[in-house]
């Protein structure tokens, strides 16, 4: 796709959000999975259902343009955790937490280290819980510059102690924590004289030993799934000569990866395993000639099906950019997110009518 039709399909893609329905009174709200949505404010953290229709937004609006991402929701449901601008400089994020629910009120986690003003911009980014909730795990430059792995006490929603966990001369990223205690993790390292990056799976056992998971060179974002037998990743794959990352998955206990599904021109990453661990979601992203991304949405794969298919969650009011899903204990529906459309055919769809609409507009 040329760089102008690329700037011409993400402006009538963000067009596409419209307003939030408002809350309605009763019974809580039925909240199954989360997103982190695009649009003219910034991201904003939204419920969805089974066939991706937006219900609610989850996080109180900001008075400010903010980016609201990479939601983390609790064993028992109750709080989520998230990445984000607010209060910060457009290119630092720290860990915000809520109580799920309507438009909740948000309250800061984690700030620069010691409150003094690091030489470097400060990023805490990618939490995820310790499956007793007992804590986050998430990644932070707040050290040296570069990402290392942390840890923040949580009880009752309000932070306790704060722990390194790894500190490498490269970058330790995407965190995943197993049912025993393990921490899966990117590990990147920058390789100087070749220019180029090396990127593996490592894992950081629970008496503090870390070991190589992954050969690489560039695999990432691991994720657990619950009964802790398996660990899901990004890892690209070659589609006419040029890589994209797809989603491959690998036994805990060893042997060779498999690749889970095979989407050619998109890049999936970010796979979040369902809580009885039959679906994989995952943050699905389509660039343009130049490199950037023109639209990304939330696929799912049912990793009980012989032949896996990779759907989309397209809210039934037009394509909408989401991204970085995370899923809550609410049983799933499997009948509805059955019936959603074939990812990549639904995405040729979008972008068909997109380029054909900007055709057609009167000059």
Request: proline fraction near 11%.
């Amino acid at each position: 796709m040329r760089p102008a039709a690329a700037l011409v399909v993400a402006g009538w893609l963000g067009a596409c959000v419209g307003p939030l329905p408002a809350p309605s009174a009763g019974a809580p709200p039925r909240i199954a999975i989360i997103a982190a949505e695009r649009g003219p404010l910034g991201a904003r953290l939204v419920s969805i259902d089974e066939r991706g229709d937006r219900q609610l937004e989850l996080i109180e609006p900001p008075t400010a343009r903010v980016r609201d991402t990479h939601p983390a929701v609790s064993p028992d449901g109750a709080w989520l955790v998230f990445a984000s601008t607010r209060g910060r400089p457009i290119d630092e994020t720290s860990l915000w937490i809520a109580r799920i629910g309507q438009a909740a009120a948000p309250r800061p986690l984690t700030r620069s280290a010691d409150g003094e003003a690091p030489r470097w911009a400060v990023l805490d980014a990618h939490p995820v819980w310790r499956p007793d909730g007992s804590a986050v795990v998430f990644a932070s430059t707040r050290a040296a510059g570069n990402f290392d792995l942390w840890e923040l006490e949580l009880r009752a929603g309000q932070p306790g102690a704060l722990r390194q966990l790894t500190s490498a001369p490269g970058h330790e990223v995407t965190p995943s924590v197993a049912p025993d205690g393990a921490i899966y993790y990117a590990a990147v390292t920058p390789d100087a004289a070749r220019r180029e990056v090396q990127t593996r799976l490592e894992v950081r056992l629970p008496d503090g030993e870390i070991r190589p998971v992954t050969d690489g060179p560039a695999d990432s974002s691991p994720a657990v799934s619950p009964d802790g037998s398996r660990v899901a990743f990004s890892r690209p794959a070659l589609h006419g000569g040029a890589p994209d990352s797809e989603l491959w998955s690998v036994a805990r206990a060893g042997g060779t990866p498999t690749q889970v599904i095979d989407l050619p021109l998109t890049e999936e990453s970010g796979a979040v395993w369902s809580r009885d661990g039959r679906f994989l979601f995952a943050t699905s992203a389509l660039r343009g000639a130049d490199g950037r991304v023109v639209f990304s949405s939330i696929i799912h794969v049912d990793t009980r099906d012989r032949a896996p298919v990779a759907r989309m969650l397209e809210d039934r009011v037009g394509p909408i950019v989401r991204l970085t899903p995370a899923v809550t204990a609410t049983p799933l529906d499997a009948r509805a997110l059955h019936e959603n459309p074939e990812y990549l055919p639904e995405l040729a769809r979008i972008m068909s009518r997109a380029i054909e609409q900007q055709r057609s507009a009167p000059p």
